[in-house]
């Protein structure tokens, strides 16, 4: 299995641009999840899907970040405009979806992509 | 609320000698616990998870972590440190009703020679 696939790995934009994430989760899963990283805040879950569905967005910043997940093998993580205290390592995970009785399921992370927002 | 703490922003240790990394949490039912490592530039990679049954769990590498439960912990060990662990290292603790995770600060492991 190819694992989490996410691009780019590396993306320097200036202020006011619009950068696009994109994630291509384990075939098979059904729960992709959206996390970014910094020193001042560590690992926060910005969003997360089941079924192609928003479960939680309550992690997204500000209006502007927008992630959608148009199908099972594909999602996205867009900021317009792009500022930058957004820069980051943004990172994706994916994992089965929850069993009837509740299991947590492991997620499985992707290599992440770094942010820089001049 | 869940929470999960790591103690130790930063730990030190030789080569060959014994490594014990703290974590706490706050949770009001069973937790779901997991140990991720996470080398410089790359992704997280699961070390070992416990849901349920031996409070002592294996996990990849070496290490171990055991749960108790009157302590609120999770501390994750090893007997013998290589270099190449030399990583930093998150617990998390999930709720099992939502898929969520909810991440310790991280704990950066370095290794002297």
């Known amino acids: 299995d190819a694992g989490v696939i996410q691009s780019p790995r590396h993306e320097v934009t200036e202020m006011g641009q619009e950068v696009t994430l994109r994630c291509k989760p384990i075939?098979?899963?059904?729960?992709l999840f959206w996390y970014r990283q910094t020193m001042m805040r560590g690992l926060e879950l910005l969003i997360y899907f089941n079924n192609n569905v928003p479960i939680d967005d309550s992690g997204m910043p500000e209006d502007r970040f927008s992630a959608k997940m148009p199908n099972a093998s594909f999602s996205t993580l867009k900021i317009q405009p792009s500022e930058p205290r957004d820069s980051a390592v943004y990172f994706c995970?994916?994992?089965?979806?929850?069993?009837?009785?509740?299991?947590?399921?492991?997620?499985?992370f992707g290599p992440g992509t770094r942010l820089l927002v001049l | 609320a869940q929470s999960v703490t790591q103690p130790d922003i930063h730990i030190t240790v030789s080569e060959g000698a014994s490594l014990e990394l703290r974590c706490n949490y706050s949770y009001g039912a069973t937790p779901y616990l997991f140990w991720y490592v996470q080398s410089p530039g790359q992704g997280l990679q699961l070390l070992l998870k416990y849901f349920s049954g031996d409070t002592l769990v294996q996990g990849i590498k070496g290490f171990e972590a055991e749960f108790k439960r009157s302590q609120s912990s999770f501390n994750l060990r090893k007997p013998s440190v290589h270099w190449s662990d030399a990583a930093e290292y998150f617990c998390a603790v999930g709720s099992g009703n939502t898929g969520k995770l909810i991440f310790g600060q991280g704990t950066t492991l370095q290794v002297k020679p």
């Open positions: 075939s098979g899963h059904n729960s």
């Open positions: 995970a994916s994992s089965s979806s929850l069993r009837t009785s509740g299991v947590q399921e492991t997620q499985y």
